[in-house]
């Protein structure tokens, strides 16, 4: 009888704890500097990502651009960070967020990151 109480725990704990994983960050974009026309790269990585990744830079959604903004890593798998090529003042200069929306309609799973600068310096 002792075991089949413990086989149930053991059973209903490895389930409980497999259907409550929220999403979380495993790393944050942080404070970056670029020359111009350098790459930069915002690190974001997200574990138990069931949403979708986005971007913002002073508070305005990012679309991914290629040739300018792109996936450094891959989304599906957690990895979030961004790449930007040929870095410009008038464009990059900045503060961004990475964002990662809840994982269902219902669910309040959905993230933002702490706001990280990206200075391009002057030439």
């Given at each position: 009888m002792d075991?089949?109480?413990w086989v149930t725990s053991f059973v209903f704990s490895v389930l409980t704890g497999i259907a409550f994983c929220a999403q979380e960050f495993e790393s944050e974009p942080k404070y970056t500097e670029v020359n111009p026309g350098?790459?930069?790269l915002l690190?974001?990585?997200?574990?138990?990502k069931a949403g979708s990744c986005i971007w913002q830079k002073d508070r305005k959604p990012i679309g991914m651009f290629s040739g300018k903004y792109e996936w450094?890593?891959?989304?599906?798998?957690?990895?979030c960070s961004l790449l930007i090529l040929n870095s410009r003042l008038d464009l990059d200069d900045g503060d961004w967020e990475c964002q990662v929306t809840a994982s269902a309609f219902d669910s309040?799973?959905?993230l933002t990151s702490k706001v990280a600068q990206l200075v391009?310096?002057?030439k």
């Open positions: 075991n089949i109480l350098n790459e930069a690190e974001c990585k997200v574990l138990n450094a890593g891959n989304p599906e798998d957690g990895d309040r799973d959905q391009v310096r002057g």
